[in-house]
Every structure is written in C-alpha cells, then in structure tokens.
C-alpha cells in the first residue's frame, strides 16, 4: 500500500493563532449565570432572632390626631380647633403623656409651609414623635382616570 501527500501550495503556512471564540463564549454563560444567581445569595442570609414577649411590632404608641383640611380648619382627635388654641391643647395633652405620638392627616392641597407649622407648634407644645398619615395607594387605572 503506497501512502502519498497531497501537493502542498508554498502558500498555505500554518494557524498559529489562539482561537478566542470559545474562551468567549465560555466566559458569556458564567457571566449570565452570575448574574441571575447574584441576587439569591444575598437574601439567602437565614437568622434566628431573639424572642421576645414584652414588645411585639404590632403595638401601636398612644397617639393623637392632628388633622388639617384645605380650608384651614384644624382637628384635634376630630375635634374642631383654633389655631391660637392648639399649641395650649397641645401642650396639655403633652404633660399628661409625654410619650404621645402625634399623627399628622393633611390633605395633599394644603400648602408645605402649613405642616411645618403644625410640625413646630407640635414640637414647642413637648410632642417629638411626630408621623404621617397617608392613605393607600391607587393603582395605575385608577390614577390615569382621574
């Protein structure tokens, strides 16, 4: 049996270059598998908190409601308060429980510097916990229709 070569061109020399394409295509699927997997790692965190019967999260603080509409007129626990009055009921409230939480309803119309002011009567009259009552939200449907 006779074992031959084909001619060889004086042209073809050979492929010494790396071929990368591989390497690349390799490293693309680690980089999209990181990439999905990277946030399952950082809530996978598993703790066991202490128990406590004391104080639960769903406890409320004693609170009072301070209310205000577009008009102007002040509320105190629903019922109608004049300005000058209100830093007197405040204050009265505030040396009976110190610990009072004031929640703020003020209707999205009354203007910033308004709350402010209610904001500082409340914190002259000894109140310091102050929050904001908020109504929840629509859905996108709903707020578009309006």
Known sequence: MAFGRFPR???AKPFSDINVTPLVDVMLVLLVIFILTAPLFTSAIRLELPQSEVAQSGDAP???TLSLNPAGELFVNDKPVQLPALQAELQRMASQKPHLEVQL???QAVPY???LELM???QQAGLHRIG???APGLDSAKATSR
Do not use: L
């Open 113 to 115: 510097g308004q709350v």
């Open 9 to 11: 061109s004086a042209q």
């Open 105 to 107: 309803r003020v209707d």
């Open 120 to 122: 500082g009567i409340a």
């Open 62 to 64: 004693e609170a009072i």
């Open 132 to 134: 904001f009552v908020t």
